[in-house]
């Protein structure tokens, strides 16, 4: 069971008179650690919607974003203020995800399974037409989805950040904690790694 | 140059694709609920993981003095640029805890 978040008038006003997350912390820090249930209603639909990218299982995005909760309690004490929290609890988020990656990795089995249908007819009419835009956006996102569960973590985490939330690089050096030469190295790498995964899928007898 | 289309095209696709921001029924409690039952962070944990990240660094200093010291002495050893560039990679590994990528493997020259 969901539940949608569609902001009525009156939530739209709560969120003009509700505290600032400075004071929230600067209440919990002070002992009031119930308050840090207003800090993950404030923050937990960002936060599924960035696990969703690198897990699919819903208990894995579940725990994915519990973990990030319970990082950012345990170390609120070494947030200074001095950068958005947003941005700090972004990195964290990020970091979790990148570990969830790497041990997701570590268990995974090698499933590099055949074209379907809808793939198949996607890359036809990508073979037919090269500049057209695609017919069936689902059959490519499904491609993309599972050559990214073939990258190598950091390859997919590099992708995912630069490619598909359209992230500058100083922004992703900044999240990941890698410098902006290594965050450059990384996607020219996990470019040529993804390249490398679609010749394996069956691609290029469409090309 | 094909599959390199292909691939933005695909990626391009995918970029369309919003995230849904739903959360489950009552999440805010699990997670209050986990946090109440989290053990306390050992700080000791965190000084012996730091301590070994510096051990690493250290034993790739060692190597790469140790490499430049034998170099001074043999004119066979290779150029300290190469030595540099090598041990800044192990120092890379070190720090990240990241596994070293293979890097491509090189083509043949062509026959003379």
């Keep these: 069971m969901a539940r949608l978040l569609c902001p009525g008038p009156e939530q739209i006003l709560a969120a003009f008179m509700e505290p600032s997350d400075a004071s929230v912390i600067a209440a919990i820090r002070a002992g009031d650690s119930g308050r840090f249930e207003e800090l993950v209603c404030r923050y937990q639909p960002r936060l599924f919607a960035t696990a969703r990218r690198y897990a699919r299982r819903q208990d894995e995005i579940e725990d994915i974003v519990q973990q ?5 309690f345990q170390n609120l004490d070494s947030w200074r203020g001095d950068a958005p929290f947003e941005h700090w609890i972004m990195r964290i988020a990020v ?15 090698d499933s590099m399974t055949q074209l379907s249908p809808e793939e198949s007819d996607w890359l036809e009419h990508h073979a037919a037409a090269p500049e057209a835009s695609g017919i069936d956006a689902a059959a490519a996102r499904s491609l993309v989805a599972r050559a990214f569960e073939q990258l190598a973590p950091a390859s997919r985490l590099i992708l995912t950040l630069l490619e598909l939330e359209d992230r500058p690089v100083k922004e992703i050096a900044a999240l990941t904690g890698w410098s902006v ?15 490398r995964i679609l010749t394996r899928m069956g691609v290029e007898k469409y090309l | 140059m094909k599959l390199e289309g292909l691939r933005q095209k695909l990626v391009r696709a995918a970029r369309q694709q919003t995230m849904s921001e739903q959360v489950p029924y009552a999440f805010e409690q699990r997670i209050l609920h986990a946090i109440r039952s989290a053990p306390p962070r050992d700080p000791f944990l965190a000084w012996v993981a730091g301590l070994w990240r510096a051990a690493f660094c250290a034993l790739a200093i060692a190597a790469a ?38 890097d491509e493997p090189l083509a043949e020259p062509p026959a003379p």
């Design chain 2, 65 to 102: 003095t140790g490499t430049w010291h034998w170099g001074q002495t043999n004119d066979s050893a290779p150029p300290i640029e190469t030595l540099v560039i090598a041990d800044a990679d192990l120092l890379e590994v070190a720090v990240l805890g990241d596994l070293p990528e293979l």
């Design chain 1, 68 to 72: 990030v909760f319970v990082k950012v």
């Design chain 1, 181 to 195: 030469p290594l965050v450059k190295v990384r996607a020219f790498r996990a470019r040529a790694e993804m390249r």
């Design chain 1, 95 to 109: 970091r979790v995800c990148y570990d969830a990656l790497r041990a997701h990795q570590r268990n995974r089995e």
